[in-house]
């Protein structure tokens, strides 16, 4: 079965055409095509996604990066109806919705987070070896359950258990800001480029390699609590309160970013064991664009081997870790190789969007 999936969530308009198959373990997919324009630059100056800008870029890339598709064969239309900014989900329902009609195709509403799970869950084959460049391979398969997700990106922080295929619970989530969110915001303090998350992770990895030390020392909220869930809010206000009044040298700046990251990635680990402990998770998987913080994976990763030993763990690749249309090809053939049925006759964007739904 081949897809055509549209992604248009947020600041990154995708295209992507990818074919599946069910296998005896799972499912294989492979990438016919895929094609993606970021608005990053656009928004840099907001220090933010400003959603009337992405709408209106989405309007102008759809039918741009469209051409490229446009000889293609597909047997069904997946997009994401959520959660997202809405004005920027309408844009891609709008193109897919008119598309599926012209060519007479299911429409295939997907879930964006659910987009996160199954690409990250997916192990990515070598492409040299196996197709040509434009191609790549990935199999879904041999996944044992239950599996605990961690989903951080820019809008959303929340671990995510599921027992049972396309079955899902919110175990954990932020109270108040995403960890992504955070990130930009704390950036923006120090005068850092949009997007922020890989900024002051590079003056981090700087700050350690030099062992660059800050006396300033950040809370790592809820940290203590009896639950999973998280905060950012209040990291934010104390970064906030702690840089005020002062020029930091380029060391300073540093050491103070890895400070921070090394708040965040506290959290994460806090919070991730308690779930992991509680929910008796057999596959431990990250997603999201903040899923590509190096710092925070190794961290992971080491709780992961050290106390976890039997737990199956699937980092995702570096390059599918942001928002892209490949990921929503391959959550909804997924569904549809599972026989699963999507209701496509009153989709609409639905900004909050949960999994849990």
């Not at 799970?117 to 996944?143: G, P, T, W, Y």
């Not at 006396?215 to 639950?227: D, F, Q, V």
């Amino acid at each position: 079965m081949k897809v055509l999936a549209i992604e248009t969530s947020c600041d990154e308009t995708g295209i992507a055409l990818v074919e599946g198959t069910k296998t005896p373990g799972g499912f294989e997919f492979v990438t016919k095509k895929a094609a993606l324009l970021s608005q990053a630059l656009l928004h840099s100056p907001y220090g933010g996604v400003y959603p009337n800008l992405a709408k209106r870029e989405h309007l102008k890339n759809l039918p741009a990066l469209f051409e490229q598709f446009k000889d293609d064969s597909y047997d069904a239309i997946a997009v994401t109806h959520g959660p997202g900014l809405e004005p920027a989900l309408w844009t891609g329902i709008e193109f897919a919705k008119k598309l599926a009609a012209e060519k007479n195709i299911p429409l295939l509403p997907t879930n964006h987070m659910e987009g996160h799970i199954v690409s990250s869950l997916a192990r990515r084959e070598s492409i040299k070896s196996q197709v040509s460049n434009d191609k790549q391979i990935s199999k879904l398969e041999s996944i044992k359950l239950p599996v605990l997700a961690l989903l951080v990106s820019g809008g959303h922080t929340e671990l995510v258990l599921m027992k049972e295929w396309f079955t899902y619970e919110i175990v954990g989530k932020t109270l108040d800001d995403a960890v992504g969110e955070a990130f930009d915001k704390v950036a923006r303090m120090l005068q850092l480029a949009y997007p922020g998350g890989p900024e002051i992770s590079r003056l981090a990895t700087q700050a350690r390699s030099k062992s660059q030390k800050t006396n300033i020392k950040l809370p790592r909220p809820m940290i203590n609590s009896n639950t999973c869930d998280m905060s950012f809010s209040g990291l934010k206000t104390a970064a906030l309160y702690a840089l005020r009044g002062k020029n930091l040298t380029e060391d300073e700046k540093n050491a103070f970013a890895a400070e921070f990251e090394d708040a965040v990635a506290d959290i994460m680990v806090s919070k991730t064991r308690k779930a992991l402990w509680d929910s008796g998770a057999q596959t431990f998987v990250i997603g999201g664009g903040v899923a590509a913080n190096r710092y925070l994976r190794e961290k992971l990763e080491a709780l992961v081997l050290d106390e976890f030993p039997d737990v199956d763990l699937r980092l995702p690749e570096l390059s599918i870790t942001g928002d892209n249309a490949i990921m929503i090809a391959e959550a909804a053939l997924a569904r549809a190789l599972s026989g699963i049925k999507e209701n496509s006759a009153d989709i609409r964007a639905v900004g909050n969007l949960s999994l849990a739904d």
